[in-house]
């Protein structure tokens, strides 16, 4: 299978969008996938307040024109939201994938080929008051500085109970039941619980004289990936985890692992084949 492209956490950065268009269009990828927070991150005061709408303005109009250039060729786009992307905003993405210009995947099953693509958008609690995409991880633990899923605020109506008890573990087991894995890729905005996927810079920080834990991913992530085996799972959330740990691919068992966030100015491009997803390369630029 030729090459697909994976970026994530582009948070509305026009540049980093444009210099994407331009590779797709450069190097006609079969697929491409994007991770999530992909909203300027003043997406909810611009809700609020009825600022410009990025979704509109920018983001479907960019697709649309690569769409028409490329024509037959344009690849297969699959994508979900993240923790800082307004929930209230996902109707526009879900109208987008009706028109055919992307596949919205969260909490969603699709294809590609004969591989299977899984996504899920929820992180596990964190310090931010955005709690459309929080979920609790394995119980209803709040780690040491963090906010509670049932704190915060939400831009969506949500009932009490899925705020109250629902969790990425049991969201992870319903998404994919019982299917085999040794041909699915997950879309996961959290990255997997104490890995070099996950490190973030919280050295030497405390929160009420409690030290603050520096793996800030998902243990139902990390425990789903151990048991279940996928190949090939895509994450991104904790910018600095690559600069931090020196790592942005590992592998759990015979699963390859990636992190495509990154926190300096530049694209941060995964090219990766599905056949072979070890041999991932990352480009800056």
Known sequence: MPTCFFATDLHGRTDRYD???????????????????????????????????????????????????????????FLILGNDDPR???????????????????????LLGNFAIYGLAYVPPTPFLLKDWERYDVSRYVPPGCVSPEEGSRTVPTEESEIKWATIQKDLAALVGEDPLDRAVLLLHTPPCDTPLDRAALDGKTYEHVPLDMHVGSIAVKRFIEERQPLLTLHGHIHESARLSGEWKIRIGRTVSINGAHDGPELALVHFDLESPESATRDLF
């Open 19 to 77: 210099k994407l268009l331009t590779s797709i269009v450069r190097h006609r990828p079969t697929a491409v996938f994007l991770g999530g927070d992909l909203l300027p991150r003043s997406a909810l005061s611009a809700i609020q307040f009825g600022h410009e709408d990025f979704i509109q303005d920018y983001l479907i109009p960019a697709f649309t024109r690569i769409r028409d250039v490329l024509g037959e060729h344009y690849p297969d786009i």
């Open 88 to 110: 209230r905003c996902e109707e526009d993405f879900v109208t987008a994938a009706a028109n055919g210009l992307w596949h919205y995947v969260h909490e969603q099953k699709s």
